[in-house]
């Protein structure tokens, strides 16, 4: 069910980090997905968060496999509030989503 990561999923740097006062949520999602998939509160504690010392990306490791991303993201929650919102948004009124520096800091650690 869990897949453990070597590297960052997004620049493969193996400069990971794990990050200090990791606070796991307790909201909507988290407990539909130990509810869901039968975890156990400890089982789904073994997730941590690591900060990737080259790219700044935030990743949890352990995370859920192939398998497992596909059956959370496509038949759990298939329908993320937010992303339909930011459609809904572009389409009726042609507002873009803010994201921020994002694109900006992205851009310039990627060129
Ligand atoms: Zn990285």
């Known amino acids: 069910m869990f897949k453990f990561y070597n590297s ?3 620049c493969n740097s193996k400069k990971l980090k ?3 006062n990791q606070h796991l949520p307790k909201n909507f999602y988290v407990k539909a997905i130990i509810s869901d998939l039968n975890l156990t509160r400890k089982k789904f504690n073994q997730i941590e968060v690591y900060r990737c010392s080259k790219c700044n990306n935030l990743q949890n490791n352990p995370w859920f496999d192939e398998n497992t991303s596909k059956k959370i993201y496509s038949n759990i ?3 993320h509030n937010k992303s339909w919102t930011n459609l809904i948004n572009f389409s009726r009124n042609k507002k873009y989503s ?3 520096q994002l694109y900006k800091f ?3 650690i990627l060129i």
Do not use: T
């Open 8 to 10: 960052c999923i997004f």
């Open 18 to 20: 794990k990050e200090k």
């Open 77 to 79: 929650y298939g329908q």
């Open 98 to 100: 803010s994201h921020g």
């Open 106 to 108: 992205l851009k310039k």
